[in-house]
């Protein structure tokens, strides 16, 4: 990862908008591009669009959508832009929040009537911290089929999109970015651009960035894309860009072990609970299933088991991960409190005590509310572990989503978005609201998208 003064002998190609990565934020950014009229390409180091966001839920939190108000729930980018703030204790940039809150509903809107994603709204559970229901999804709930619509999408558009090309070098002219060097099965390509748009997320699959930035997490399952390697954030301090929040990330306490499946959070949310090898109920669990990974990774083995029923269930089976756990036998299920001790390999007494110990409406010695309806059986339990799902540190961009420089200013063709520009998950792990990474995906890089085509109609106007 360098950078470099511009080829002598020139570009193999040159192209106005030049996206590295074909995650969500590059796709979006790419289509959005083309709609405003700007030609893009888009390289990929994988050999297909994947990336982290086909790992994921696909579940994107919007605010004021019509989805939402087909399904009768009130909510405004104010109320979306404080529950941001109030889960990330204040630490996040108010205009970066701001930006992601207020165009969240439009992107999803524009995403639908454009390109024919069919989103709908989650009703029948909560995320921790969202104070309305605001997550959308595809009729899966599952990121590989965000990824495969936008995909097609960006055919359908005629994009180009290159895969098992690496971008391992920026050619820089000042503070101009003129083009990028690829590596590919051919050897290596050079590029022009007139702009670039970074959407190569974070650096969680670099174990040295990992260990350096959020030595806590260091040894948890990395359940992230593999190709996110930090480079966005490794050339951006080379060229003085100002990063921040570099310590901070998503984690995941609710990951089937050893099947490495995600189990939805809605099992805790809708009244489940987690239990250590002894037992032993651990923590307030209604706080979120980011800070839930160090909660877990601190007991005895780095082990848990969450413990719900078959009504929480049902609900979960929206997910195609859990049903893909219940395929393979990750889900444990029980008629009785002694079946599930011998099911789970739990001691029974204890397990027994600490399942009654759990109020059906009121407060338990956690601090954890319970105002729903207690578990009964059949039960279901799934033995967990605590896993990093995604980094949230990385550039600071302004509302164009250029990347700031660290002494003021932007550099004016080079952007950044989705997991390669900071997030709003505040400083550590804790701060992360449910759908922040495909929420500054999707919508930053469409204001990444749009930015970097009306940068193309101004000079081809001022030419
Ligand atoms: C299991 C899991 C579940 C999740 N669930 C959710 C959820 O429900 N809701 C939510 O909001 N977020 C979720 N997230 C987080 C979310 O997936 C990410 O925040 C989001 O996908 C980031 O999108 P992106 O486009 O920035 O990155 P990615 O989707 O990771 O795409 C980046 C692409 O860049 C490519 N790349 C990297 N470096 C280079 C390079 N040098 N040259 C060329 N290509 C390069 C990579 O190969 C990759 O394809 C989840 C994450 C995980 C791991």
């Known amino acids: 990862m360098s950078i470099l003064p511009p080829p002598d002998t020139g570009f193999d190609l040159e192209v106005p908008i030049l996206i590295v990565g074909a995650g969500a934020c590059g796709l979006v950014a790419a289509l959005t591009a083309h709609d405003v009229g700007a030609e893009v390409l888009v390289v990929e180091a994988d050999s297909a669009p994947s990336g982290s966001t086909a790992l994921s839920a696909g579940l994107i939190p919007a605010a004021g959508t019509r989805f939402q108000r087909d399904a009768g729930i009130e909510d405004s980018a104010d109320l979306f832009a404080q529950d941001i703030q109030k889960k990330a204790k204040g630490e996040n940039p108010q205009e970066l929040v701001d930006l992601l809150a207020g165009h969240s509903g439009k992107v999803i809107e524009w995403l639908a009537d454009k390109f ?180 877990v990774l601190a007991q005895p083995e780095g082990m848990a088991w969450t413990i719900f029923d078959s009504r929480i269930a049902a609900i979960a089976r929206q997910f195609q991960d859990f049903k893909n756990a219940e395929a393979i036998g990750a889900i444990r299920t029980a008629d ?72 003021g200013g932007v550099f004016p063709n080079l952007f950044a978005a989705g997991g390669a520009a900071v997030g709003v998950s505040g400083s550590g792990d804790s701060g992360y609201l449910s759908g922040n990474g495909l929420l500054a995906a999707t919508v930053l890089g469409h204001i990444a998208g749009s930015a970097a085509a009306n940068d193309m109609k101004e000079e081809h106007g001022h030419a």
Not at 139 to 149: F, K, Q, V, Y
Not at 154 to 160: L, S, Y
Not at 231 to 253: N, P
Request: charged share 20%; net charge negative; hydrophobic share 35%.
């Open 116 to 295: 024919d994603l069919p989103f709908s709204v989650v009703t029948d559970f909560d995320y921790p911290g969202h104070s309305r229901r605001r997550m959308h999804g595809l009729p899966t709930r599952a990121g590989r089929e965000l990824i495969d619509r936008l995909r097609t999408a960006c055919e359908a558009q005629g994009i180009d999109i290159i895969c098992n090309r690496r971008a391992t070098s920026l050619f820089v002219d000042g503070d101009i970015v003129k083009g990028v060097r690829l590596e590919g099965p051919n050897g290596t390509e050079d590029v022009g651009c007139n702009a670039l748009i970074l959407a190569c997320n974070g650096y969680g699959g670099n174990r040295a960035m990992v260990r350096q930035f959020m030595p806590e997490i260091e040894n948890a399952v990395w359940f992230g894309h593999d190709y996110n390697q930090g480079d966005a954030v490794t050339w951006g301090e080379a060229l003085g860009a100002e990063t921040l929040h570099l310590g901070a990330y998503q984690g995941h306490g609710n990951v089937a072990h050893p099947q490495g499946i995600l189990i939805t959070w809605a099992v805790i949310t809708q009244g489940g609970v987690q239990v250590n090898l002894n037992g032993d109920r651990f923590w307030d669990e209604s706080q979120g299933y980011s800070e839930a990974a160090r909660a």
């Open 336 to 407: 009785t409190l002694a079946e599930l001790a011998e099911v789970t390999g739990l001691p029974e007494a204890n397990l027994t005590t600490t399942l009654s110990e759990i109020p059906t409406h009121g407060t338990d010695a956690f601090g954890r509310s319970f105002l729903g309806e207690s578990l009964k059986p059949p039960y279901c339990a799934v033995k967990v572990t605590g896993a990093l799902f995604h980094t949230q540190g990385g550039l600071r961009v302004n509302q164009d989503a250029r990347v700031c420089r660290s002494t």
